[in-house]
């Protein structure tokens, strides 16, 4: 399985950006789709989830301004980000738990200026 993650950019703050990323190869029954990001200098943290049925699961920092969505016929999942702030500077890296083993994207740098 390969994801390709699309979207990142330089954006001011309270900008939007739409994060994408897509799964190609032996795909199966993807059970879990999200994003996790890094900042410079700090642990890979959980940013949102979003199961095969829809159901969603966001970090606390980001309820209310990033929005994750996916398109099963398509294997792909979005990631929607409002109202952007400087501290959402990071890497992002699309996952997907496919048969209990996770694969991950490439990253995609997401840079808010102030």
């Known amino acids: 399985v390969q994801l390709q993650a699309s979207g990142g950019g330089l954006v001011q703050a309270g900008g939007s950006l739409r994060l994408s990323c897509a799964a190609s190869?032996?795909?199966?029954?993807?059970?879990?789709m999200g994003w996790f990001r890094q900042a410079p200098g700090k642990q890979r943290e959980l940013v949102s989830t979003?199961?095969?049925?829809?159901?969603?699961d966001y970090a606390d920092s980001v309820k209310g301004r990033f929005t994750i969505s996916r398109d099963n016929a398509k294997n792909t999942v979005y990631l929607q980000m409002n109202s952007l702030k400087p501290e959402d500077t990071a890497v992002y890296y699309c996952?997907?738990?496919?048969?209990?083993?996770?694969?991950w994207g490439q990253g995609t740098l997401v840079t808010v200026s102030s």
């Open positions: 190869g032996r795909i199966g029954s993807i059970n879990h």
């Open positions: 996952y997907v738990d496919q048969a209990g083993y996770d694969y």
């Open positions: 979003i199961t095969r049925g829809g159901n969603t």
